[in-house]
């Protein structure tokens, strides 16, 4: 497995949060999570599910299984230098992660999608809400300019998953984000994945901290695609 760092370049589009929800549930942040049911039966999960945490790569917030041929990104703010984000890179597909506070009362995946099909329609793209595995999904296609000078799309696929005071989002790229047999490995490595929320009261929408695991060789992959600046919402990302 090869890890990657890769700096935000620019910012393209954000469908994010208003700070005026920031205030919303700083308290009660010891609460245990609940065993995983409905669209979480089989993952992802919260680390309070898993019986162990060997055999995982610690990404902090995030634990994600290993598979062979698999290389992880991870994306680094620049102004900052804390990682926002990582992505999983695999049989020419990707999977961009990001993990979220949320509020115990509810989850964010219902008004993020309405946010994320808000904003690419701003932006003059096309947006699908169709049932996956994972619940509701969308698919974004947005206008893009090909090597060619001629106009066409890129497509992004995005997943959503709450958990016990955690969102997990993922967005798919490369032939993953059409197809769903080149996107069935990384959906099952999504499965795999395990969500640290800690016990630290957190505003919802704030980014779970991601780092860089102990003892990691990394390897800056060539042609790294620049990714947006991160904020305190989902994003849709080029990617593929």
Do not use: C, N
Request: charged share 25%; net charge negative.
């Amino acid at each position: 497995m090869v890890f990657g760092l890769g700096r935000k370049a620019r910012k393209d589009h954000v469908a994010g949060a208003d700070d005026s929800e920031a205030s919303e549930d700083l308290t009660d942040s010891g609460e245990s999570a609940a065993d995983a049911t409905g669209p979480r039966a089989s993952g992802p999960f919260d680390v309070s599910e898993i019986s162990s945490r060997d055999g995982y790569v610690d990404l902090g917030a995030l634990l994600v299984a290993p598979s062979e041929g698999l290389q992880l990104r991870l994306e680094v703010e620049e102004a900052t230098q804390r990682v926002v984000a990582v992505t999983m890179d695999l049989d020419g597909s990707s999977l961009q992660l990001q993990a979220f506070a949320a509020p115990k009362s509810e989850g964010l995946w219902d008004e993020i999608r309405e946010q994320i099909g808000q904003s690419v329609g701003s932006q003059g793209g096309q947006v699908e809400e169709v049932q996956g595995g994972f619940g509701p999904e969308l698919i974004a296609k947005l206008p893009a300019g090909a090597a060619d000078g001629s106009q066409g799309y890129r497509v992004a696929r995005f997943i959503g998953v709450d958990g016990p005071r955690w969102f997990l989002r993922g967005v798919l790229g490369g032939a993953a984000a059409m197809d769903r047999e080149a996107a069935a490995p990384l959906e099952s490595l999504f499965r795999q994945i395990v969500v640290l929320r800690g016990d630290s009261p957190m505003p919802p929408r704030d980014l779970l901290q991601l780092r860089l695991p102990k003892d990691a060789t990394v390897t800056p992959p060539a042609g790294t695609p620049d990714f947006q600046e991160p904020e305190r919402g989902p994003e849709i990302t080029q990617i593929g």
